[in-house]
């Protein structure tokens, strides 16, 4: 069973940075990719990063790219988001997800395992 739980959410001062961590279980068979989602209130759910365990390629949605770096941490079985330069528009509840796509890593519709998310409140 996939198990996946996002931790790091708070609220943060436009300009500033905040990481995010999964700590993620039971995703070694059946998946082949990790991803951060996020969704706004009243917002269809976005697509921020996404990374192939096994070769560490990263992949990072327009909004976010230059200011998020997705990194894994194999031995611990952990995923982490760092965002820089937050900006008010980053307001949303993140979400760690897993799946099994050979494309398309942004498209929530190909995930098959989500965490429970947790909120980044970004204030101007």
């Known amino acids: 069973e996939v198990r996946l739980v996002e931790s790091g959410g708070g609220s943060v001062q436009a300009g500033g940075s905040l990481s995010l961590s999964c700590a993620a279980s039971?995703?070694?068979?059946?998946?082949?990719?990790m991803a951060w989602f996020r969704q706004a209130l009243g917002k269809e759910r976005e697509g921020v990063a996404a990374?192939?365990?096994?070769?560490?390629?990263?992949y990072y949605g327009d909004s976010v790219k230059g200011r998020a770096t997705i990194a894994q941490d194999k031995a611990k079985k952990m995923i982490y988001l760092h965002m820089y330069r937050l900006k008010p528009d980053d307001t949303a509840t993140y979400y760690c997800?897993?799946?099994?796509?050979?494309?398309?890593?942004?498209?929530?519709?190909?995930?098959?395992?989500w965490g429970q998310g947790t909120q980044v409140t970004v204030s101007s």
């Open positions: 997800a897993a799946g099994l796509l050979d494309s398309g890593l942004l498209d929530p519709s190909g995930y098959n395992y």
């Open positions: 039971g995703y070694e068979r059946g998946t082949n990719v």
């Open positions: 990374i192939r365990p096994s070769s560490d390629s990263p």
